[in-house]
């Protein structure tokens, strides 16, 4: 991998819009990229906020192992913390195929804390941002979902066009969707739109946010709930964070330790789990979901989109606590409807556990809920998600059980 201290020239680099922004980006390229004039495959300038999440280290190793050039926006601009995220999803170290630059700044600051040297080196350099930097917390009181989700976008938007950078490629969240139930279109919400949390509401903000100052050279995406990845690419990766699906089950990992389970097996049997047994949980692959965002953000054609990046049809949430629990050595258990007769009677001290630990995502898992994929299936072959079984819930689970749901160390 090349060094990110690469010799630049250092005249003025000026900031255009449209074709004549399209040019200087392709000089910059030449001074960051090729600086000694040799002829070579024209490479990406990448963007990409969010790297030491999962969806950011994600996109960052997609366009590395590829032999792009990636900045990665980080906070404190510790390379070590961008790395190990980079390292859990591609043990191979493929990525070091590419150049990596790693950027001290951070979405809570003004001009995302971008110091004058990086400023003037970015200006106009930048093919595409790729910005999935987030907060996810499901308490309204949480300040930090409007200061990163909203705000934060805003910053980064804001950064983006005074810096006179390519396409933005913002990620979002198919739950922006709120309350809605039946058949989810890819479309914009209002910001009026009922909503279960304050995640939700900073995630529409921060759609509209960088829309009202891009406009059409926005491409939203909308992952559903993320997961480790199944494809055979991928082999050895761990996901880089635990949340969403696996923040569930780690709910009963804790109540399985904390019961001293005979022989590691826990039996919850007649123990009742609120939801509602048909609900679709859509779970998309991490490796999925990159090549998605990766086929929206190399077409220019997807700008001023909304794209669900979804699974065509996730698993229903009877059989996926089922198949999860088997893995988990957990028996028993029946999901029942929140709102029926049988979910007022009195609760067990165990089934108290259970619902104290399935509240933040009763959301997901009490309604019916499917997301349409028309516009990503312009740009993506929706076959490609595999469907997601017993084999695959194992799968999917065996690195989140080997390390107890802990995350990986990005200190």
């Not at 939801?275 to 190399?298: R, S």
Request: proline share 5%; net charge negative; glycine share 12%.
């Amino acid at each position: 991998m090349r060094s990110s201290c690469a010799k630049l020239d250092k005249s003025p680099i000026l900031c255009f819009n449209g074709v004549g922004g399209e040019v200087r980006r392709k000089l910059v390229h030449q001074q960051l990229n090729n600086p000694d004039g040799e002829e070579t495959m024209e490479k990406k300038n990448v963007f990409v906020t969010g790297t030491t999440g999962f969806v950011g280290a994600g996109v960052a190793v997609h366009y590395l192992q590829q032999g792009h050039t990636v900045f990665a926006l980080c906070r404190g601009g510790d390379p070590t913390r961008v790395e190990r995220a980079l390292a859990s999803l591609d043990p191979t170290e493929r990525w070091r195929n590419g150049t990596l630059h790693v950027v001290p700044g951070d979405v809570t600051m003004d001009d995302i804390g971008l110091t004058k040297t990086w400023y003037d080196r970015l200006k106009g350099a930048i093919d595409f941002i790729v910005h999935s930097a987030g907060h996810i917390k499901f308490e309204d009181e949480d300040p930090l979902n409007m200061e990163i989700n909203y705000l934060g976008s805003q910053r980064v938007a804001h950064m983006a066009r005074d810096l006179g950078w390519g396409r933005f490629v913002h990620i979002s969240t198919a739950y922006v969707c709120g309350s809605s139930t039946g058949w989810i279109e890819e479309k914009m919400v209002s910001s009026g739109h009922g909503v279960h949390n304050g995640y939700e509401l900073s995630k529409i903000e921060g759609e509209h946010a960088v829309s009202a100052l891009l406009g059409d050279s926005v491409t939203i995406v909308r992952p559903s709930i993320v997961v480790g990845s199944l494809g055979a690419g991928w082999d050895g990766s761990v996901p880089v964070t635990f949340a969403g699906y696996y923040g569930y089950f780690k709910g009963f990992a804790w109540l399985k330790r904390q019961m001293k389970s005979d022989g590691g097996h826990l039996d919850l049997e007649g123990m009742r789990i609120p939801g509602d047994p048909e609900a679709e949980i859509n779970l998309i692959p991490i490796d999925n979901l990159v090549e998605m965002i990766a086929a929206l953000a190399d077409d220019p054609r997807s700008g001023g989109g909304v794209f669900h990046a979804t699974h065509p049809e996730g698993p229903r949430y009877e059989p996926l606590v089922r198949h999860s629990f088997e893995a988990m050595g957990i028996t028993g258990g029946r999901i029942v409807l929140s709102n029926s007769p049988e979910a007022s009677d009195e609760l067990s001290p165990t089934e108290t556990l259970i619902k104290a630990a399935v509240r933040p995502f009763l959301g997901y898992v009490g309604e019916q809920r499917r997301f349409r994929t028309d516009e990503m299936g312009r740009f993506y072959d929706m076959e490609k998600v595999p469907r997601i079984g017993p084999d695959e819930v194992r799968r999917l689970l065996e690195p989140a059980l080997k390390c107890r749901f802990k995350p990986v160390d990005r200190r």
